[in-house]
C-alpha cells in the first residue's frame, strides 16, 4: 500500500521544539526527493523544507536556522526538527512525495503558551 503516514505533532510553547516524522511505504523511498509542507487556517499551504535524494536541502525563508529536514533511506522516513517555534508555525504539516503529488494526512503542530 502506497502511503505517508506522519507523526509527532502537538502543542507547544514559543521557543520549545518538535520533531516530527513521516514513514513512507509502497515506494522506492530513495530516489524521491520528499517535502514538508504547512498549511495554517485560512491560508495557502507552503513549503516548510525539502530534500532530495542526494540530501540537498531548501528551506522557507521563515524557518531557515530553525528547522532541519532529514532522511533515512534505509527506514523510509523523512523527519521535520523544528526548534525556537513560534505562534505563526501554528498549522498542520504534511508530508509529501514531490514527484508523486502524494500526500500524507497531516499532523497538526500548536505553538501557544
Known amino acids: 500500500q502506497v502511503q505517508l503516514v506522519e507523526s509527532g505533532g502537538g502543542l507547544v510553547q514559543p521557543g520549545g521544539s518538535l520533531r516530527l516524522s513521516c514513514a513512507a511505504s509502497?515506494?522506492?523511498?530513495?530516489?524521491?526527493?520528499m517535502a514538508w509542507y504547512r498549511q495554517a487556517p485560512g491560508k495557502q499551504r507552503e513549503l516548510v523544507a525539502q530534500?532530495?535524494?542526494?540530501?540537498?536541502?531548501n528551506y522557507a525563508d521563515s524557518v531557515k536556522g530553525r528547522f532541519t529536514i532529514s532522511r533515512d533511506n534505509a527506514e523510509k522516513t523523512v523527519d521535520l526538527q523544528m526548534s525556537s517555534l513560534r505562534p505563526e508555525d501554528t498549522a498542520t504539516y504534511y508530508c509529501?512525495?514531490?514527484?508523486?503529488?502524494?500526500w500524507g494526512q497531516g499532523t497538526q503542530v500548536t505553538v501557544s503558551s
Open positions: 509529501t512525495v514531490v514527484a508523486l503529488g502524494l
Open positions: 509502497g515506494i522506492i523511498f530513495s530516489v524521491y526527493t
Open positions: 530534500i532530495s535524494y542526494t540530501s540537498r536541502t
